[in-house]
């Protein structure tokens, strides 16, 4: 089957203020992910693409600009299943707040069981997550061929939940992964298993560069990235 290029959205503004955007309209790249949106269409430049897939989230179409205007002949498609998760009463909250909610051990050690108030569970993001991807690779199969590659711009807990997917890892343990903003995570799928090809990766190693107060956990909505 066709390989699945995930592009997690370039740094945002909700990014850099420390909030946890959800659907929050009006969140934008800033200055840093417009540098790094910029570079995707070189660093995917050798990489023929059958379709772009995108989050209706504006960081996210934001992101795919430069790739589209490097490849005019690609048009962009909307997908809401991979949007980003809907964190319903915690969307535009600072994430130092939201560290102190009974909530948030939950939401790290036992996710599948966490349920957001006012927004959905992290189990229906994931299955809405994998639903759509599962139907874009039948499609771009068919319509391409099962050589083809796609892309598809989402967000950090949709990518962990795809990886932890395509991995056959638990929920629970999907925390354990990490996607920078505006990294590049591949996945082929075959009939029988998928295999991931790439992880998180940005192109350079300043992500690898020690963070602070990262206190061993993993970050909801995925993190600012290297400094």
């Known amino acids: 089957m066709a390989t699945l290029i995930l592009v997690r959205h370039g740094r945002s503004t909700?990014?850099?203020?420390?909030?946890?955007?959800?659907?929050t309209p009006g969140v934008a790249l800033d200055e840093r992910g417009a540098e790094q949106a910029a570079a995707l269409p070189g660093r995917l430049a050798r990489v023929p693409i059958a379709a772009v897939v995108s989050s209706p989230l504006q960081r996210c179409l934001e992101t795919l600009q430069p790739l589209l205007d490097a490849r005019p002949e690609l048009a962009l498609q909307t997908d809401d299943r991979i949007g980003e998760c809907h964190y319903g009463d915690w969307s535009g909250r600072k994430l130092a707040e939201l560290a102190d909610e009974p909530l948030m051990?939950?939401?790290?050690?036992h996710p599948s069981a966490a349920v957001f108030p006012g927004g959905e569970s992290m189990r229906a993001m994931q299955a809405r997550a994998v639903d759509a991807v599962r139907e874009w690779n039948a499609r771009v199969d068919e319509e391409h061929g099962e050589d083809a590659a796609f892309l598809m711009c989402s967000h950090g807990d949709i990518i962990k939940a795809l990886v932890a997917d395509a991995l056959g890892m638990h929920l629970d343990l999907f925390q354990r992964i990490h996607v920078d903003p505006c990294s590049v995570t591949a996945v082929r799928y075959t009939r029988l298993r998928p295999f991931v090809l790439r992880l998180g990766d940005t192109g350079d190693l300043a992500g690898l560069a020690p963070r602070e107060n990262t206190g061993g956990s993993g970050v909801v909505g995925g993190g600012a990235g290297a400094p």
């Open 105 to 109: 051990t939950v939401v790290q050690q």
């Open 14 to 23: 909700a990014n850099t203020a420390g909030l946890l955007a959800g659907w």
